[in-house]
């Protein structure tokens, strides 16, 4: 017959070992926790503003940026080499376009990009998303698509209309590494804003 001593010590035993687990459980999720925060990229950004081109927009910091290259009405934003050998740098680049008033709907002026696209790549394009999205606080658009010239390159092109002009912004990657900068530059798309 079991002795009523044994009871306190049973019921301390089991408080000890569940304490433990529950620590043993705590410590295992501020564990994962710290492990899935370390794999999260957190790129730091800069503001660039440009009222010339009337238009501010944020890029990480880490990139370099060329104004007007070679009287190109452009601004271009590039990442740094991957490494000695990276011989095509993935790059932003926002331009600016007259658009005469039939072609000022959204819908008319994505119409007439995609066409234009499609005539400059022939059939070596395929596009892989088409769909609406506000940018700078308008209606635009955003395209993914994929090219060959002549190794795969991968696109995002967005655009939305201000008045009479069109603001497109690019993000031009070798199909391989479009995914290493994609989130940047989307993010780049999401930051325009109009001076």
Known sequence: MPSGSDEPLRGSRIQRLSRFWGRLVLLGIVFLIVVI????KVTPFAVYQNPKFGIQIKYPD???ILEYPEGVEAIVFISPPE???DQFFENVNITKKPVPPNKRRM???TEDAIRQLRGVFDENIEILQSRS???AERPGHILIFKGTSPEPVKYMHAWFISGDTAYIITYTAMERDFDHYFRDALDMVKSVRLL
Do not use: G, Q, T, V
């Not at 925060?37 to 999260?40: D, K, M, V």
């Open 37 to 40: 925060l370390s794999l999260i």
């Open 133 to 135: 999205m506000s940018i």
């Open 62 to 64: 880490y990139w370099r």
């Open 83 to 85: 490494d000695e050998d």
């Open 107 to 109: 819908e008319y002026f």
